[in-house]
């Protein structure tokens, strides 16, 4: 492992106290309204919030709510599928894709994180699609939605380019679909429904305390199924957590890891987790979509200013993953 992924591993692993919340915190909400007139203004909107907290929200982003929630009834369908069904899909450490449960445990908490998932990541999905029969019109409906999350995710990060003195489309490029070593990944995730006997014996968290590894998160979250929260770096110490309310018609987002290398640490990739449900909170499932814009794998990542060795996205996306599955 090199040293900035174990740097990054020890770092984390500081982060599975409890904390303190700070409920006065605000994650920003950014409008992309009239983008193409207005992407100067946005970008500065952009950075302000991604400086201060790594994390902002995205209104007026341009996906119908109603997109959004038939990716949501597709997610659900798929996690409806009998475990014997999904478990022909396996997850595949080496590429990131297909269906894990219950096989990423964080450093933070040295658990497995309480959820299952399912991943897509688009040249590599051979043999890993549901068939027709098993989940009609799946896999159209995941691409379609995959796209349209690739398209807002680069419309951020040329924001970001630009800020950082590359050209506005670097990490368009960076970030090709049509190219064999594309690695963003679409995430479907389903957080098992709890009993208060289970929350009494498996410690404080669904999803614990990490960074993300790649450029850009878009998460979607559905109304009701709280438990996001984020750290702010310069909280870390004091472990400071705020809770980000599960709006459907906001996509919220993250810097990682990939992008804050890029930026020469300027740009911080914070922490957050998913807390088990609290007293007189929903205690069911809970449902997110995310999408990963990580840089194809032959894209170097070094900065403007070099403060790190260039490494392609390749092989950093490789140490992170090996780090945090289980062998399944």
């Not at 069904?85 to 994180?113: C, F, L």
């Amino acid at each position: 492992m090199s040293a900035s992924a174990m740097t990054e591993m020890v770092k984390e692993s500081r982060m599975g106290a409890l904390g303190t919340l700070n409920t006065t915190r605000e994650v920003r909400q950014i409008d992309l309204s009239n983008f193409d007139h207005r992407k100067n203004e946005i970008a500065d909107q952009l950075w302000s919030a991604a400086i201060d907290v790594g994390f902002f929200q995205l209104v007026n982003h341009g996906i119908d709510i109603a997109r959004i929630r038939q990716a949501f009834a597709m997610s659900e369908k798929f996690f409806g599928l009998p475990n014997e069904v999904k478990a022909k899909y396996p997850h595949s450490k080496a590429d990131n894709v297909g269906w894990e449960n219950m096989a990423q445990i964080r450093p933070s908490v040295g658990t497995p994180d309480q959820k299952e998932s399912y991943q897509i990541t688009l040249p590599r999905m051979t043999n890993l699609w549901p068939t027709e029969t098993e989940l009609p019109n799946f896999k159209q409906e995941m691409v379609e939605f995959e796209g349209m999350c690739w398209a807002i995710a680069t419309k951020v990060l040329s924001c970001f380019a630009m800020k950082l003195g590359f050209d506005n489309d670097f990490f368009t490029k960076a970030h090709d679909p049509k190219l064999p070593d594309y690695q963003s990944t679409l995430r479907l995730l389903h957080y098992y429904q709890l009993t208060q006997e289970q929350l009494t014996n498996m410690g404080l968290w669904r999803g614990g305390a990490h960074t993300d590894f790649d450029c850009l998160t878009l998460l979607f979250q559905r109304p009701n199924q709280g438990g996001l929260e984020v750290c702010p770096g310069k909280e870390m110490a004091e472990q400071a957590w705020t809770p980000v309310p599960p709006l459907e018609e906001v996509i919220t987002c993250n810097i990682g890891d990939m992008l804050m290398r890029w930026s020469d640490d300027v740009l911080p990739s914070n922490f957050h987790r998913v807390r088990n449900p609290q007293a007189g909170e929903h205690m069911g499932d809970r449902y997110s979509i995310a999408f990963f814009a990580q840089a194809n794998r032959d894209a170097i990542i070094q900065g403007p200013q070099k403060k790190y060795p260039p490494i392609s996205a390749g092989d950093y996306l490789k140490q992170r993953v090996m780090a945090n599955f289980k062998e399944i």
